[in-house]
């Protein structure tokens, strides 16, 4: 009882630093006043665990975009989110995020929002067209079990991020679709990927930003959760210890679905895939890789689940929903099902 104490004392104090830190770094942008949590009995999740104040952070709704070559900010360990649609790869890097939180996007006609917490360093790349209609993202500042909010431009409706559901506003109550993000760091990305998009800012305080990307909580444990649902809000846990040798998978069934998790401890990645109906997905040997998984069809999937070659070229694997976070934020969400130890 004393360590959790403790443990929710340290975050109400990385809290308040952290607007602190957002106020000094703003682009002169304007920032409400606004503490009181407002209209509180519209929340559909218990508003004492609602912290922080809307209104903090920009929008970043026009990504500007670099070549790997000339990304000179980052070392081989920085994380970085990676998108993928059919031959084009966008990488993300928490470091330039961090200013945002949220980073609207579009490629390939897909609408998409990458979000990355650095509490609970969660990134999770949702579908921003919601019933037809296209919504910038932005983080709104309010914090719900130290994870962040999402909201619309507009401030008047709201997401958990790791529940990825709605908990206030039009949408309270009704999941909020995804597209598959893989993370991973730097250096693979220069190996494997010399040609992807990189977003990047210019960042001030660029001090500031790289220590709140790097490590806000100490080094953290980290896990790959995916849901697996019986209920709301069930989670099964994966830990990179269990992926120690190079490039490794596990068959399973998700959802009551087949299914293979890859994953490296070395190469820093997690991804999985649910097999399509009667097709066996395998692993293939590491010295293929971007590519990693070949299947019963003779087609060859590469780390994004897209089908390079075979009869079903072009297509793309189904993705469970699935991140990576904090081991002790999972515990503050879900419903555990399994640690695979």
Same mark, same amino acid.
């Given at each position: 009882?004393?360590?959790? @104490?403790? $443990?929710?004392?340290?975050?109400?104090?990385?809290? *308040?630093?952290?607007?602190?830190?957002?106020?000094? %770094?703003?682009?002169?942008?304007?920032?409400? &006043?606004?503490?009181?949590?407002?209209?509180?009995?519209?929340?559909?999740?218990?508003?004492?665990?609602?912290?922080?104040?809307?209104?903090?952070?920009?929008?970043?709704?026009?990504?500007?975009?670099?070549?790997?070559?000339?990304?000179?900010?980052? +070392? &081989?360990?920085?994380?970085? =989110?990676?998108?993928?649609?059919?031959?084009?790869?966008?990488?993300?890097?928490?470091?330039?995020?961090?200013?945002?939180?949220?980073?609207?996007?579009?490629?390939?006609?897909? #609408?998409?929002?990458?979000?990355? %917490?650095?509490?609970?360093?969660?990134?999770? %790349?949702?579908?921003?067209?919601? +019933?037809?209609?296209?919504?910038?993202?932005?983080?709104?500042?309010?914090?719900?079990?130290?994870?962040?909010?999402?909201?619309?431009?507009?401030?008047?409706?709201?997401?958990?991020?790791?529940?990825?559901?709605?908990?206030?506003?039009?949408?309270? &109550?009704?999941?909020?679709?995804?597209?598959?993000?893989?993370?991973?760091?730097?250096?693979?990305?220069?190996?494997?990927?010399?040609? =992807?998009?990189?977003?990047?800012?210019?960042?001030?305080?660029?001090?500031?930003?790289?220590? $709140?990307?790097?490590?806000?909580?100490? +080094? =953290?444990?980290?896990? #790959?959760?995916?849901?697996?649902?019986? *209920?709301?809000?069930?989670?099964?846990?994966?830990?990179?210890?269990?992926?120690?040798?190079?490039?490794?998978?596990?068959?399973?069934?998700?959802?009551?679905?087949?299914?293979?998790?890859?994953?490296?401890?070395?190469?820093?990645?997690?991804?999985?895939?649910?097999?399509? @109906?009667?097709?066996?997905?395998?692993?293939?040997?590491?010295?293929?890789?971007?590519?990693?998984?070949? &299947?019963?069809?003779?087609?060859?999937?590469?780390?994004?689940? #897209?089908?390079?070659?075979?009869?079903?070229?072009?297509? @793309?694997?189904?993705?469970?929903?699935? #991140?990576?976070?904090?081991?002790?934020?999972?515990?503050?969400?879900?419903? *555990?099902? +399994?640690?695979?130890?």
């Amino acid at each position: 009882m004393f360590f959790r @104490q403790l $443990r929710n004392m340290l975050r109400n104090i990385l809290n *308040i630093l952290l607007v602190i830190i957002v106020w000094s %770094c703003q682009d002169n942008s304007p920032v409400s &006043d606004e503490f009181e949590i407002t209209e509180q009995e519209e929340w559909t999740i218990n508003n004492n665990n609602i912290t922080g104040g809307k209104g903090l952070f920009d929008l970043m709704n026009t990504p500007n975009f670099k070549s790997v070559n000339e990304i000179s900010d980052l +070392n &081989d360990s920085s994380k970085v =989110a990676l998108i993928s649609f059919k031959k084009e790869v966008r990488v993300y890097p928490y470091y330039y995020t961090n200013h945002f939180e949220i980073i609207n996007d579009f490629f390939d006609d897909h #609408y998409i929002a990458v979000s990355f %917490c650095p509490l609970t360093k969660s990134a999770i %790349c949702f579908n921003r067209k919601i +019933n037809d209609k296209i919504y910038n993202l932005i983080a709104s500042g309010y914090l719900y079990k130290d994870n962040m909010v999402p909201s619309d431009e507009n401030l008047t409706m709201y997401w958990s991020q790791m529940l990825m559901k709605g908990i206030k506003g039009e949408f309270a &109550d009704k999941s909020l679709d995804n597209f598959n993000l893989i993370e991973t760091h730097w250096k693979l990305v220069k190996d494997y990927f010399p040609d =992807a998009k990189v977003f990047n800012h210019n960042i001030k305080n660029k001090s500031i930003f790289k220590k $709140r990307a790097e490590s806000i909580l100490g +080094n =953290a444990d980290f896990t #790959y959760g995916i849901f697996n649902k019986k *209920i709301d809000e069930e989670i099964e846990l994966f830990k990179y210890e269990n992926f120690s040798i190079g490039i490794q998978s596990v068959s399973t069934t998700l959802n009551q679905r087949s299914a293979i998790i890859i994953g490296s401890k070395s190469m820093k990645f997690f991804t999985s895939y649910y097999e399509p @109906q009667n097709v066996t997905l395998s692993l293939l040997k590491e010295d293929k890789f971007p590519n990693i998984i070949t &299947d019963s069809k003779e087609n060859i999937y590469n780390i994004f689940g #897209y089908a390079v070659s075979g009869p079903d070229a072009g297509t @793309q694997l189904e993705s469970p929903k699935a #991140y990576i976070a904090q081991n002790w934020a999972w515990k503050d969400f879900f419903t *555990i099902l +399994n640690i695979n130890d």
